[in-house]
């Protein structure tokens, strides 16, 4: 609950304000007075007549009604104090910065639940508690430093840590990144992320709101609402770079097969992010340099030309861009010629174009207006412009400033660090630039973002899946773990997934005689056993009838063996389809080289049921190895269409089947002209 006494207060009191500014009552009044705050302030100290200039009250009996209350008092005295502002004073807006509540104890979280419920009760919000407060242009009611620079199209970012949001402040505020404001939502026990995503998405003005949203997220506790109001955002023009810290705990959780040795919490946060156009980021530089980029001109292509006057960086800029599958193209022509001949002997234009430690800023300039009108194959220009002790850094940052101005192409500033050029980059900053003072991490920020597909499309495929049917086979299981291998054949069958011809028997006369139908060669995989090929479970290449009974009496010695599968043999590259039910998110997907490589190279990619023809295309072009998809080296590609069909047809079965909680499709066989599952396990939990 989001409200106009919580974004803009007409009056504020902090209860627990001081005069000591190293302690967090007396550094949020200092944090408002300096912020400007037009509206009343008041503070509440039994001990103190007056506070940084603001009479004090004594007690909460003596205010006035007020808008908003922060609290920074013991957490055991917040629910009566509440209670009272609440029901006394007509206070419709709570920040508690207060600790010890749910995150501690369980006496804390009980606190916690009695000032919901009576936020609650009197329709009033709640940002906390345990954080560190709102910083908004109207009111800076947090305790922390720094104070970014605000501007109402600066960056929305909120917080699920507010130490963590300091660490991230302090980050951005080196690059220049201007923020519009920060929501520390602490324990978000009333409004958590998605909360304020939500009010955000329903409130947003193109006009007046800002189009950058960051995000740090400990935990996503409603994936659909983050889903739905972050892609909506998107969809109207934003863009929203995050992070999810805790991925690694479920990471190694120990699972009894390949899909659930993957897929883990972190795949849900990873294909959720996918399919809302979140740009995913893993540090605090990352996504501040995310931010920086976002408040550039969008790029329209993948071609950069970088401007430096010092090798090193430009080469370690370029490896990066390469790594990240971005591209610097060597630059050449008359063209190119006349720019060499513009600068000093030894300059090189072939890209990176290098102007020499000696170069001026008059060559910087040229350099630049080269790369945005003559070099027409350029989407974007990397300038990286030290400290040589040859030029005027104060000229050099001037004509950086009016090319960043002139150009229709982005300009990516890379300077020294505050440390070595202080004064100049602080003026070139102040003037509403950002910088990038690390190449590589630039490198691996742009990648994220050319690597993020748009938000998808809401819509489930359904054409070709036979939904009430499959419904009917999930209903008529009774019993739960992996259902029987014909039950699996039935349920691909009504979602159009093909499968190689098999029968399933524990009567080597019928297996023989399904052999001889089929033709061979075929392959005998013993059923019961999980990890079939550990317990000598899969003979390939059978030749003949004798060859199959041979193979029959061995596996059905093997401990746990129910029967045996017998599958026409196929040739094909193998490829592997997984799904994972993670609580919460729903079904993950997963895709990638299929066999042992699974487990061994884990080149995965996840994606969140049920997905369109675009999310599956995006995740099959995202893997390591879509080159040998694709073909290599004289090889044939494999049917990428028909493989990203299937993974649509699995994501919309799962869609309507919560009672598959892993599904596992190892191998697919795959050619220029077919991809066919050859062994599927589902597991049922009802």
Known sequence: MINRQLLHPESIVVIGGSNNVHKPGGAIVRNIIN???????RIVNPKEDEVQGVKAFHDISELPP????????????????VDRLAEDKGVKAFIIISAGFGEETKEGAKLEQHILDTCERHGAALIGPNCIGLLNSWHHSVFTKPIPTL???????????????????ESAVTKGLPFNSVWSIGNGKQIGIEDVLQYMDENFDPEKD???????????????????????????????????????????????????????????????????????????????????????????????????????????????????????????????????????????????????ATGTPEHLGIAIDYCENKFKDIDAIFVIFGTPGLVQLYEAYDVLHKKILECKKPIFPILPCLHTAGPEVAEFLKKGHVNFSDEVTLATALTQIMKTPKPASPEIELFGVDIPRIREIIAGIKEDGYIAPELVHQIFECAGIPMVPEMVSDSKGELTAFADKVGYPVVAKVVGPVHKSDVGGVALNIMSAEHLEMEFDRMMKIEGAKAIMVQKMIKGKELFIGAKYEPRFGHIVLCGLGGIFVEVLKDVSSGLAPLSYDEAYSMIRSLRAYKII?????????????????????????????????????????DEDNVTAVDARIRIEK
Do not use: W
Request: hydrophobic content about 40%; proline content about 5%.
């Open 66 to 81: 007020t808008d908003l209350a922060i609290l920074v008092i013991p957490s055991h005295m917040c629910p009566e104090t």
């Open 210 to 356: 800002s189009h950058v949203k960051l995000l740090y997220i400990e935990n996503v506790s409603n994936p659909d609402k983050l889903l739905f109001h972050a892609s909506s955002l998107i969809r109207k023009g934003c863009r929203i770079a995050a992070i999810k810290a805790g991925s690694s705990e479920s990471g190694s959780r120990a699972a009894s097969s390949h899909t659930g040795a993957i897929a883990s919490s972190d795949s849900a946060v990873e294909a959720l992010f996918r399919k809302a156009g979140i740009v995913r980021c893993f540090s605090r530089e990352e996504l501040t340099t995310v931010g920086c980029i976002f408040t550039l001109p969008p790029l329209t292509g993948r071609n950069f030309a970088i401007v430096t006057h010092a090798g090193g960086p430009g080469v370690m800029l370029t490896d990066a861009l390469s790594k990240g599958g971005l591209n610097v193209p060597k630059i050449e022509g008359p063209d190119a010629d006349e720019l060499k001949s513009l600068l000093f002997p030894g300059a090189s234009v072939a890209n990176p174009i290098d102007i020499l």
């Open 151 to 169: 501007h109402e199209k600066g960056v929305d970012f909120i917080s699920g840590s507010g130490a963590t949001a300091v660490f991230i402040l």
């Open 630 to 670: 694709k073909g290599t080296r004289g090889q044939k590609g494999l049917n990428e269409q028909k493989y990203a069909e299937i993974i649509v047809r699995l994501s919309t079965l799962l869609r309507f089947t919560t009672e598959i909680k892993e599904l596992d499709i190892n191998p697919l066989l795959a």
């Open 35 to 41: 912020g400007g705050y037009k509206g009343v302030l």
